[in-house]
């Protein structure tokens, strides 16, 4: 009972960072077995995405715990590595996000691994995009769109006037607020449009597109509105019955400045009595009227669409499922509800399933989100909550 004690100590001792040293040991009593489980979220130091370590090398790597306790763990020449999915793992594949377990003992106050069971491998960097259509592939006309489930690209241009291509292929997912059952036949030069995927070389491979707008009518002016009356943040919109300015980003990259005043017409498919009000940043708008001194002045102005909310992505490790954090929590195929991941950095966040998320890789679903799972969500930002149109099982749970 007392060895067994001491090793249940030492296993405290080493989560909580080995703020305190491990109980003495004689030269002739094997030191007690300690264990860590978590997310990676430094090697040798270096918390960068793609940081690893060295094959053959001695070296450290950090551990996050769910409690948030972190841990450094030290690896020598006889740290003995295992993998689900690596054939002959070395420290080379101990990365930042990885998820692991780390067994070994404590030394003069240091973890040193005996072992270290990898459970997932580092996952490519999620990246995401927003703005206007510009081309699809290749082609930059008025109407030019994508074909019905094929594989294609498309260059989108966000805010800055900074040009993205974003590569799609028959796994890629499409949502849209105004067009029933979307494929990549409904992304179209000038629509406004958000994609979430992973980064190849200086394109963006899409897991997921939400299409906001449809294609417009021919205007006067017509793109992503940038800023009202002065204001470039998310969510600033005009007041209701007063006059007021706007710009407009444009698909060549020009900007258009737009006044109205209490005589111009708002005209929004899916608002009642629409106005300036309407006319928010990230808003897809078209304005008629005359031009004088470079300024357009508004007699109609037509809002395609609310405004797009830039596509949002996290990962990490699953704390709870539905509220619960035992060991073995799951989702419910086919259900709804919510789970809470700890990122590398220690923050926390909330995502939201409902009915239309969808999982990858095919085949999973709500129950595959299990806590101390390793887990990717993508979809836009209600309230505090990520509301997940995409969920991405990197790992089935570990043994922690």
């Known amino acids: 009972m007392l060895r067994t004690a001491r090793a249940t100590a030492a296993v405290v001792l080493v989560i909580g960072l080995g703020a305190a040293m491990a109980p003495a040991v004689s030269a002739k009593t094997p030191p007690p077995t300690v264990k860590v489980y978590g997310v990676v979220m430094a090697v040798n130091g270096s918390t960068a995405d793609g940081a690893c370590g060295t094959a053959g090398s001695t070296g450290t790597f950090k551990v996050l715990s769910r409690n948030t306790s972190r841990t450094l763990v030290r690896v020598t020449s006889s740290t003995r590595f295992s993998a689900r999915s690596i054939t002959n793992p070395t420290f080379a594949n101990v990365c930042v996000d990885a998820l692991l377990t780390a ?3 404590v030394r003069n106050g240091r973890f040193i691994a005996a ?10 960097p999620t990246v995401s995009v927003f703005g206007i259509v510009v081309s699809v592939n290749g082609s930059t006309v008025d109407g030019a769109c994508g074909t019905l489930g094929g594989n294609g690209t498309f260059t989108v241009m966000n805010r800055n006037s900074v040009n993205k291509v974003v590569n799609v292929d028959t796994s890629t997912v499409y949502y849209s607020k105004v067009v029933p059952s979307p494929t990549f036949a409904n992304v179209c030069v000038d629509e ?20 906001w707008s449809t294609v417009p009518d021919d205007f006067s002016s017509f793109g992503m509105v940038i800023s009202v009356n002065g204001s470039s943040a998310n969510g600033a919109c005009g007041v209701a019955g007063t006059s007021g300015t706007f710009t407009v980003l444009r698909r060549n990259g020009s900007q258009a400045v737009v006044n109205v005043s209490p005589t111009t017409t708002f005209l929004m498919k899916v608002v009642t009595s629409p106005s300036f009000a309407n006319v928010c940043v990230n808003a897809m708008v078209g304005a008629h009227g005359p031009v004088s001194g470079g300024v357009l002045n508004a007699d109609r102005v037509r809002i395609f669409a609310r405004p797009g909310f830039p596509p949002v992505s996290v990962f990490g490790m699953v704390l709870s499922v539905n509220g619960s954090t035992a060991t073995g929590a799951c989702g419910t195929s086919g259900g709804t509800g919510t789970f809470t991941i700890i990122k590398r950095n220690a923050s926390k966040s909330i995502v939201d399933v409902t009915t239309a998320a969808k999982f990858r890789p095919q085949g999973m679903s709500f129950a595959n989100v299990c806590v101390n799972g390793m887990v990717g969500a993508a979809g ?18 570990g043994t922690p």
């Open 192 to 211: 406004m449009v958000g994609a979430t995927g992973t980064r190849t070389g200086g394109s963006i491979a899409a897991t997921d597109v939400m299409i």
């Open 103 to 105: 067994i070994g003992y």
């Open 115 to 124: 072992q270290v069971k990898i459970w997932s491998p580092k996952p490519p």
């Open 380 to 397: 836009v930002m209600s309230g505090t909550d990520l509301q997940a149109s995409v969920v991405r099982i990197h790992a089935a749970p």
